[in-house]
């Protein structure tokens, strides 16, 4: 089954690694790939390398990246440190999405997180087409969880369970930072 956790609100990967510890749990075996994150910069790491049978593979680089397009349309996030996309954030999507194939041809895990393959394939990092294909190969014979803003429509198409998670108000519009520990 394709489950799928996406909008602008808080909560997309949280709900994921609740689902993933729910699994363990239920004695599978979870495999979470993480795309546009590093271990260093996000703490559910550090908590889930200590749950049996639970895995994250991170395929990201330490700091903030768009799209070039993004950042000449809004200069802000530039002068904030948010740089664009190179050659090694394309090839960190594919080995993730290689890894998530190789998981869909062996089912080595009970249940596959892919976390933040939404915005990944909305940034044009990995290719649409191959993800809904993936998904309709091995959608039937493997659960997997996705994650991330802006999910294709194709892709809300074919899913069993869309969860939209809305944001209604956010304590960052004031000027607060991100929380250690409670963001990432």
Known sequence: ??????GNGKGKSTAAIGMGIRAVGAGR???MI???????????NKAIEKVEGFNIRSF????????????????????????????ID???AKEGFDLAKEVGQSKR????????????THFGLIDR???????????????MVLTGRHCPKEI??????????KEVRHYYRRGVKAKKGIEY
């Open 1 to 6: 089954m394709i489950y799928v956790f996406t």
């Open 29 to 31: 075996k979870v495999l």
């Open 34 to 44: 993480q795309f546009l994150k590093t271990r260093e910069l996000t703490s559910e």
């Open 60 to 87: 990201g680089r330490k700091g903030f990246f768009l799209p070039k397009s993004e950042l000449e349309k809004r200069p802000k996030l530039k002068k904030q440190g948010i740089k664009p996309f190179s050659q």
């Open 90 to 92: 394309f090839k960190l």
């Open 109 to 120: 895990c009970g249940l596959l997180i892919l976390d933040e393959i939404n915005l990944a």
């Open 129 to 143: 087409k191959e993800v809904l294909d993936f998904l309709k190969k091995y959608g039937e014979k493997l659960d």
């Open 156 to 165: 809300v198409k074919i899913a069993d369970l869309v969860t939209e998670m």
